[in-house]
């Protein structure tokens, strides 16, 4: 089915450990973006791209890197974890122009230890 | 900045109208959103209505936009428990901008 796939669906990490979130989506999608889910704060804009080659930083990058070398991936790495990306990640992607709705992946559950 | 403010929950009967309100700041949104989040899964596209809209009708959803007092709110006729669950509202600008949510409870 298309739509945006995120793997893994849960993670649990130890301090200082790395990792890459994967995030596809097969819909030929311009934009994609990565947000943080955190209990009463709704969504964080984490880092985002308009297109293969072009990411920019959103409301709370400190902590993550992403590229787009691809129309359709979009990874985010944790180079150190830190308790404090205990969190719930989701990735979106939208075309470009249009209403621009949001298709979200199903998340990631990160715990950092 | 942009911000986008709801409250955070709303208890109703099985049957009664739901109505969800939102404020937004910015008032470059070209569009405005509801999705609906259920327990342990990812956020579901409700509705939308483009900044130069005052209402849009979608079955049992009604979305009402005040754009001068920047204003958003999602009625939901009939309630049923399986519309128990979280509402975000959102604002597109430059970005997509995400409200806290809004924790509905249907009682039965």
């Known amino acids: 089915n298309a739509g945006v796939t995120q793997t893994p669906k849960f993670q649990v990490l130890k301090t200082g450990q790395s990792m890459t979130l994967q995030c596809a989506q097969d819909?030929?999608?311009?934009?994609m973006s990565w947000y943080r889910q955190d209990p009463g704060m709704g969504l964080r804009l984490i880092h985002y791209s308009v297109g293969a080659g072009i990411t920019d930083q959103g409301e709370v990058p400190n902590g993550y890197n992403v590229s787009r070398s691809t129309t359709e991936d979009f990874p985010l790495r944790l180079l150190s974890a830190a308790p404090s990306q205990t969190s719930v990640y989701f990735c979106?992607?939208?075309?470009?122009?249009?209403?621009?709705?949001?298709?979200f992946g199903s998340g990631t559950r990160l715990t950092v230890v | 900045g942009e911000d986008v403010e709801q409250s955070l929950f709303l208890s109703v009967r099985e049957g009664d109208s739901s109505v969800i309100n939102c404020t937004y700041t910015?008032?470059?949104?070209?569009?405005l959103y509801w999705y609906k989040q259920e327990p342990g899964a990812g956020l579901q596209l409700l509705t939308y209505i483009f900044s130069n809209m005052d209402m849009k009708q979608d079955q049992r959803l009604t979305v009402l936009l005040n754009k001068k007092d920047k204003h958003l709110s999602l009625r939901i006729a009939d309630t049923q428990t399986g519309d128990s669950a979280i509402y975000f509202c959102a604002e597109r600008a430059r970005e997509l901008v995400f409200g806290a949510g809004t924790i509905l409870r249907v009682k039965s």
């Open positions: 910015d008032s470059s949104s070209t569009y």
């Open positions: 819909m030929n999608h311009e934009y």
């Open positions: 979106a992607s939208t075309p470009t122009g249009g209403f621009g709705g949001y298709t």
